[in-house]
């Protein structure tokens, strides 16, 4: 294994940021020494990472049929919804594994609306990542302007997969995109699960109390979140929101914990982590998200070293 260091510029002096390539790595176990960003497929990795070490899990999978991100392996391009599903029921499966007894899992994930069998999406220039080329056909079943359902049918099928469903939790986007629809109300929310793996677990309740309207006083966390979406400049995709994560983490983990995101894209799991102490372990599978994640953290750590295994 050759270690490369690099000193991004304008950089603290905080701590270390490690980047494995571990799409070629064969040792069994990935060890978690600090921070990481793990380059390769979800499935794969998480095959590797130690049982029971992580406290929490934050993520947003790529949507059915939404994106293209120009990369074999990718999620998100199945021919049927039921497939779909399927691969993330697998994949969250063995990040159940990954996960302490104790710890939660928070799931946010987009709905859509069949296509009408029109087939293609035009590109878009100023938005390569959404450019499809195919779209996916009507699932059985749906009509044509049927809304999927994707996000229920998810939290169901992970029910059903032994996960604890504990609360569905609404993000309301105040800054939602108009819609040109005169049929339908405008969306302007997505869905955020709460998922546990066991009657008890991990919430710290306290630390994401929100204000009473009437005299303001401290009252338990309500279940619709407005949170304003926000563009990440480098990304070509929807990045989280830090304001819909940071409640995620508090309530799911304790200071130098370890939080996972599976499909970490642009980092924003890295970032909130990384301003509330705690580690993080985001995997990601196209190199140049790998590089805008580093480069986004690289402003909050002292150094990024890159662990490529490639050159071994
Ligand atoms: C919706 S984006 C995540 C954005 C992220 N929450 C953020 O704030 O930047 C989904 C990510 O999943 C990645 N992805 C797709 N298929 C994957 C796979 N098989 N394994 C790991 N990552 C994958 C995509 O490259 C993309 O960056």
Redesign the pocket.
Known sequence: MRTVDRYPEGAGAEGVLAIHDARTVTPPEIVLQGSMILL??????LERLPTASVRCA??????WGL?D?G?A????LEATLPQYINRLVT?FREMRRVLRPDGTFWL?I?DGYTSGNRGWRAPDKKNP?RAMSVRPDTPEGLKPKDLLGVPWRMAFALQQDGWFLRSDIVWEKPNAMPESVKDRPTRSHEYLFLFSQREDYYYDHLAIQEKSDGDGRPRNRRSVWGVNTEP?RE?H????PPAL?EPCILAGSAKDDYVL?????????GVVCQRRGRQFVG????PD?VN??ARRLANLFAKVTTHDYHAA
């Open positions: 390769g497929d979800a499935q794969r990795i934050v993520t947003s999978p790529p949507y994106r991100y990369i392996g990718q999620i998100g994949v946010n987009g990542a990440c990304a995709f929807a990045t989280f994560v995101d599976p499909f970490f894209g642009a980092g924003t799991v995997i990601e599978l196209h998200y805008i994640a």
